[in-house]
């Protein structure tokens, strides 16, 4: 059974019903959990040492929220996935700032300077790293996201596109969906597009059985 590495935002993120697709679609989802307040890089060392434990030589990716940008990272650093979905993801967190409430505003002091700190969430962003990106990727989004913005999802595949015209990216935009992706309202579309790209990236069109 071909796995596939699940970063979630928080545990409530992915929901039992993906999970069961994913299971019945003949995936096998590992499941962690990203921690915005310990940090990107403690996020990624630690998303490291669990995939080091994957079976699987050339699993899938899903990226959730904040996991998004994990994730995003690994595709940047790493061309060991054959296949990403990002679902309500943060991709570069300088434009994020303002916009959603995602990116915590900073604590302003004496010394702050607004430079350096968007300097600073530019260094975290996966859109920075869009030459390094080579994994075919389906991009989820809610327009209505008020946590990260729609323009999160817009970025990362204009930027890939740009750079890589043929690249294989897909972006499904849910116009009434908010941050709650993969679940509520949309959660069956949001499941049906999931299954579709792994199986046709990872299964060669074919549902396990």
């Given at each position: 059974m071909k796995e596939i590495f699940i970063i979630e935002e928080n545990e409530a993120n992915c929901s039992c019903s993906l999970k069961e697709r994913l299971l019945s679609a003949g995936f096998q989802p590992v499941i962690i959990h990203a921690k915005p307040d310990v940090g990107l890089f403690k996020n990624l060392q630690y998303a490291h040492r669990c995939m080091s434990l994957l079976q699987t030589d050339a699993p899938g990716l899903i990226g959730i929220g904040y996991g998004g940008?994990?994730?995003?990272?690994?595709?940047?650093?790493?061309?060991?996935?054959?296949?990403?979905?990002?679902?309500?993801?943060?991709?570069?967190?300088?434009?994020?700032?303002?916009?959603?409430?995602?990116?915590?505003n900073p604590t302003v002091g004496e010394n702050f300077r607004m430079l350096k700190y968007l300097s600073q969430l530019t260094d975290e962003s996966v859109v920075q790293y869009?030459?390094?990106?080579?994994?075919?990727?389906?991009?989820?989004?809610?327009?209505?996201?008020?946590?990260?913005?729609?323009?999160?999802?817009?970025?990362?595949?204009?930027s890939i596109k740009e750079r890589h015209p043929t690249s294989d990216l897909r972006m499904v935009v849910?116009?009434?969906?908010?941050?709650?992706?993969?679940?509520?309202?949309?959660?069956?579309?949001?499941?049906?597009?999931?299954?579709?790209?792994?199986?046709?990236?990872?299964?060669?069109?074919?549902?396990?059985?």
């Open positions: 940008a994990v994730a995003g990272h690994l595709l940047a650093e790493s061309k060991h996935f054959c296949a990403a979905v990002l679902i309500g993801a943060l991709t570069n967190p300088a434009t994020a700032y303002g916009t959603g409430s995602g990116v915590v869009c030459d390094e990106i080579h994994t075919p990727i389906l991009l989820l989004h809610g327009l209505r996201d008020e946590v990260y913005g729609f323009e999160q999802a817009e970025q990362l595949f204009t849910f116009p009434k969906a908010g941050h709650e992706l993969p679940m509520g309202h949309y959660a069956a579309r949001c499941e049906d597009e999931v299954i579709r790209w792994f199986t046709m990236k990872m299964n060669g069109g074919m549902v396990s059985a």
